[in-house]
C-alpha cells in the first residue's frame, strides 16, 4: 500500500524557516508529479508547491521566492524549504501525489508561525 509521511512542522517566529520532509512508501516519487498542500483553518486546501517527474517545480504566487520544493530520488522524498515565514503560512501542510487509481495523501504537519 501507499503510504506518506510528513514531518518537519513546528512552531517558529516569523521571518524563520523550516524544512518539511514527505517520505513515501510503496510509490516511487520520481515517476509521478509530487505536490505540497496547505489548509488553514477555515479555509480549503491550496496548492502550495509541486515537482514533476522531469524535475520543473511550480510555486503559488503566495510562496514564490520564499519555499523552494525537491525529489530526493535515492530517498524517496520530497521536501519543502519554507524561509521568510509569514503568520499566513500557518496551516497543516501535506503532501500528495496520484497515479492513475488514486490520490494519496499525508497525515499532515503543523506549522505555527507566531511570535
Keep these: 500500500q501507499v503510504q506518506l509521511v510528513e514531518s518537519g512542522g513546528g512552531l517558529v517566529q516569523p521571518g524563520g524557516s523550516l524544512r518539511l520532509s514527505c517520505a513515501a512508501s510503496g510509490i516511487t516519487f520520481g515517476f509521478y508529479t509530487t505536490r505540497w498542500y496547505r489548509q488553514a483553518p477555515g479555509k480549503q ?13 511550480n510555486y503559488a504566487d503566495s510562496v514564490k521566492d520564499r519555499f523552494t520544493i525537491s525529489r530526493d530520488n535515492a530517498k524517496n522524498t520530497v521536501s519543502l524549504q519554507m524561509n521568510s515565514l509569514k503568520p499566513e503560512d500557518t496551516a497543516v501542510y501535506y503532501c500528495n501525489v496520484d497515479n492513475t487509481l488514486s490520490h494519496f495523501w499525508g497525515q499532515g504537519t503543523q506549522v505555527t508561525v507566531s511570535s
Design 45 to 57: 486546501r491550496e496548492l502550495v508547491a509541486a515537482v514533476t517527474r522531469g524535475g520543473s517545480t
